[in-house]
């Protein structure tokens, strides 16, 4: 049985719709990695699968979509209580953005 301290320091969040928990602390990627999850999206051009790679921020290959912000590092950015994390499959359509069509 975890005690109260414990549970404080957890967290839950969503991944593509599905409830994961993680530490509080803890990088989306490395909270992705605990539970088991190492797929975070597709390459662009070769539509292959991308995961954690440098683990710094300096590889861009962990980006996921973040409570509506597309491209964020996993690696980088703290996991957040609720938070809703998607994988990231494809560019942002910048035209439509800036267009508002």
């Known amino acids: 049985m975890e005690t109260s301290k414990n549970c404080e320091s957890r967290v839950t969040f969503y991944f593509d719709g599905n409830l994961m928990k993680a530490r509080r602390g803890q990088t989306i990627a490395g909270a992705l990695m605990a539970n088991g999850i190492r797929k975070l999206g597709l390459s662009r051009k070769l539509q292959q699968a991308r995961g954690v790679f440098c683990a710094s921020g300096r590889?861009?290959?962990?980006f996921v979509s973040v409570n509506g912000l597309d491209h964020?590092?996993?690696?980088m950015t703290l996991v957040e209580e609720g938070a809703n994390v998607y994988s990231n499959n494809g560019d942002p359509d910048l035209r439509r953005l800036v267009n508002g069509n």
Not at 72 to 75: G, I, N
């Open 59 to 62: 590889c861009y290959s962990c």
């Open 72 to 75: 964020v590092l996993s690696c």
